[in-house]
């Protein structure tokens, strides 16, 4: 993990595992934390429950010295005052400022939720669990409400969350500008899936593109999963490749355009397996999200 975030950019910081009771009720909500008997100071009088709390402790420091661009990640144990909680190891990234490093090259940009949402994919590909980690909107008190997402696993369990630091928090720790944060739960992540070889398919692969008008509020992943279930074994790939909303539709609605790739293993596809295929997409999607094609 430590190889795979330096190679995308990422600093190693180590902090305290003591921190001021402010921010972790900024931050933790009601897990304020296990108090310290005899803390050094107040401003290290609580064992963390999070290691965001350090890593945003060290993001102000470096902004406050004109840092212009922050990839810090830490490893170690965080500490709960739940009953039967304990202590459990976690990794928590934070990215902030420039989403490249200054160059005559990069056009300067900043790093956004996608920047944090594309780090993440590519650490659980790194762990070989990418398929076993499902995202769905979070309700953690520290992120924005639209920019961020909880990782579960198959049963359900929280493996972890990431997203943009709330409005609300910034204001209060004195950040004056966006803040992207990832927390993962390494005890609980699943085990890594077995490689599995596929032999490539010696026959044609057919494209067929369609955009469809959905509720402002369906998301990707949902809306993903019911068009691998709908196409059947023939799908090969499935991506979205554009997402419109303005002019031209209704002001909770959105468009999606879907990118369909089907191939067989065994047969040139007809053109009626691919027609089936997509027809059975696009009655699935009207079903269960109200979709309608664009144009149509």
Known sequence: LRAALVHRGYREAITYSFVPPEIVAAVCGDDVGVAVANPISAAMSVMRPSLWPGLLLAARHNLNRQAGRLRLFETGLRFSGEPGFGQR????????????????????????????????????????????????????????PGQSLRLVDAGGCCLGYAGALHPAVARELDFDQQVFLM????????????????????????????????????????????????????????????????????????????????????????????????????????????ARLRGG
């Open 89 to 144: 190891q976690t990794l928590a990234t934070l990215i902030s400022g420039d989403r490249d490093p200054e160059s005559w090259a990069n056009p300067r940009q900043r790093v956004d939720f996608y920047a944090l949402k594309g780090d993440l994919e590519a650490l659980l590909e790194t762990l070989g669990i990418a398929t076993l980690v499902t995202a769905e909107r979070a309700g953690h008190r520290a992120l924005h």
């Open 183 to 290: 927390e993962l739960f390494l005890d609980r992540l699943p085990a890594a899936e077995e490689a599995d070889f596929r032999v490539p398919s010696r026959f044609p692969a057919v494209r067929r593109d369609i955009a469809v008008v959905v509720p402002g509020e369906t998301l990707a992943a949902e809306l993903l999963e019911v068009v691998r279930r709908a196409a059947g074994e023939i799908l090969a790939e499935v991506r979205i490749f554009d997402v419109y909303q303005g002019e031209g539709l209704e002001n909770n609605k959105k468009s999606i355009a879907i990118g369909l790739t089907f191939q067989d293993d065994k047969r040139t596809l007809r053109d009626s397996d691919v027609q089936a295929a997509e027809g059975a997409v696009i009655e699935w999607l009207a079903s269960e999200f109200g």
